[in-house]
């Protein structure tokens, strides 16, 4: 599965550099979002090096803590920004706002939400790192005017994203970031009605070793079962 969407790139992905980990962590303890993608990092996840292994994986960790899933860095991040241009961009489940801020010092015009729901005992003391209003996803697309969707990681077997998405429509661009079909993010739900450009920009994420992340720009394709659950979902809101 994985090396079937990993085709969906069409052209080879532009090759960044990477800079210490060191360096890319002090970095994000202070708050900046760095300019390249860790060592021992790649694109797609599939490059394993067992003499980093520990440090990468320590590495992993830190970002975790600091609620950064996808790894945020600036070379991928200002390519993103070229092709959303002067869109105005929600990002649902912003978690500390990490991407937002990245898109945000590119000029792009973007409102971060989330609910808040991961602030568990674990991640209780993660300060934003951007401003992040309080919005449940499908009530953030009610209330909140954008020409683009932005998502990144959006938990396995998370249904709400698919609602989310449902509410959104097929109109308007929907900005995917996370591992494809089978992997860590999302449902198979939501995949069967992504579906990705063609054309697709060269966006150069990197991903920490077994991690199989991606950038996807696609349409919502809605379904007549989906749509009667959107009606449901309206309903539910407006109570």
């Excluded at 440090?55 to 609620?67: P, W």
């Excluded at 706002?97 to 729901?117: M, P, R, V």
């Excluded at 995949?191 to 063609?198: A, C, E, G, L, M």
């Excluded at 920490?208 to 959107?230: A, E, F, P």
Aim: glycine fraction near 8%; aromatic fraction near 12%.
């Amino acid at each position: 599965m994985y090396c079937e969407q990993a085709d969906l790139h069409q052209k080879e992905t532009l090759d960044c550099g990477t800079m210490p980990i060191e360096e890319f962590i002090d970095g994000l303890n202070n708050g900046e979002i760095p300019l390249s993608a860790p060592e021992g990092s790649c694109t797609g996840g599939w490059h394993f090096n067992c003499e980093d292994f520990l440090k990468t994986f320590q590495a992993r960790q830190k970002c975790n803590e600091l609620c950064m899933w996808a790894i945020v860095f600036q070379e991928w991040v200002k390519e993103l920004a070229k092709w959303i241009d002067h869109r105005q961009c929600l990002e649902i489940m912003a978690g500390a706002g990490w991407l937002a801020k990245a898109l945000k010092q590119c000029g792009i015009n973007i409102i971060a939400t989330d609910d808040f729901s991961w602030k568990t005992k674990q991640h209780a003391k993660i300060a934003p790192v951007f401003p992040i209003s309080n919005y449940e996803a499908s009530e953030a697309i009610i209330n909140i005017n954008a020409d683009i969707l932005i998502v990144s990681w959006p938990p396995y077997g998370c249904h709400a994203i698919v609602k989310a998405c449902e509410v959104w429509g097929s109109e308007k661009p929907i900005i995917y970031i996370g591992e494809n079909q089978g992997g860590c993010n999302a449902t198979d739900a939501f995949f069967d009605s992504f579906k990705v450009i063609q054309n697709h920009p060269n966006i150069p994420l990197k991903s920490w070793n077994g991690i199989h992340d991606y950038v996807r720009i696609g349409y919502w394709q809605t379904t007549s079962h989906n749509h009667s659950q959107n009606t449901n979902i309206y309903r539910g809101l407006e109570k």
